[in-house]
């Protein structure tokens, strides 16, 4: 697909699923395409920071993504199909590292931090916007889960899905886009916001110093 897409595109973004997790294909990905002559980018939520380290030390890769997940997301001390997200929080301040320098000695051209908001990780956003400094950074507009699904989770049955669905609809709809500019306005700084209603916008807010 990439050769024969490779007349009329100008680059190829890696997004997910991870697609850090499959490192030797990715690699080989990367090397093909950046062989053709084709900007990389790789969306990631970061948690297998030394495949972002080779792609940047073979500098196989322009822009990073990096898709920060909150404690609510599930993203500490957990398991997900057997894999364990224990160390996610030591992982994605290592890729971020690895990518912040990486930025500021321009073998990245594009560098962006991406946060999907919900109402129950707003406080965990700005320690997020904190600890990125000046590094750009996108807000999301997220939805749980469990509203996108089509038939139960294997963990319910059918009448707790219906009713666990009922419950997210009526009380936890997607913050709107004025939600997430009093969020921004909290921040201090310039952010891009992202909703499914307007696409995405620059919001300035109420910038600091």
């Known amino acids: 697909m990439i050769k024969s897409s490779s007349p009329y595109i100008s680059g190829v973004m890696f997004s997910g699923g991870e697609p850090t997790r499959q ?20 969306q990631t939520n970061g948690l297998f920071p030394d495949t972002l380290g080779q792609l940047i030390e073979e500098r196989l890769v322009d822009k990073v993504a990096l898709d920060f997940k909150s404690r609510f997301e599930g993203y500490s001390g957990q398991q997900e199909s057997g894999f364990n997200f224990e160390n996610y929080e030591r992982n994605v301040r290592k890729s971020f590292n690895i990518c912040k320098n990486a930025y500021a ?18 406080e965990y956003i700005e320690e997020i916007s904190g600890l990125i400094g000046k590094v750009p950074l996108v807000l999301q507009q997220g939805e749980h889960k469990i509203l996108r699904l089509t038939k139960p989770p294997f963990n319910m049955t059918e009448g707790e899905y219906r009713e666990k669905k009922r419950q997210l609809q009526e009380n ?4 709107t886009l004025d939600e997430i500019k009093r969020i921004a306005d909290r921040l201090g700084r310039k952010v891009r916001i992202r909703t499914r209603e307007v696409g995405e916008i620059i919001y300035k807010g109420r910038e600091g110093p």
Do not use: C, Q, W
């Open 23 to 42: 490192r030797e294909a990715l690699m080989e990905l990367a090397r093909y395409s950046k062989g053709i002559n084709l900007d990389i980018g790789v």
């Open 105 to 122: 000695r321009n073998i990245l051209t594009e560098f962006e931090v991406v946060i999907t908001i919900f109402y129950e990780n707003e």
């Open 172 to 175: 936890f709809h997607p913050l």
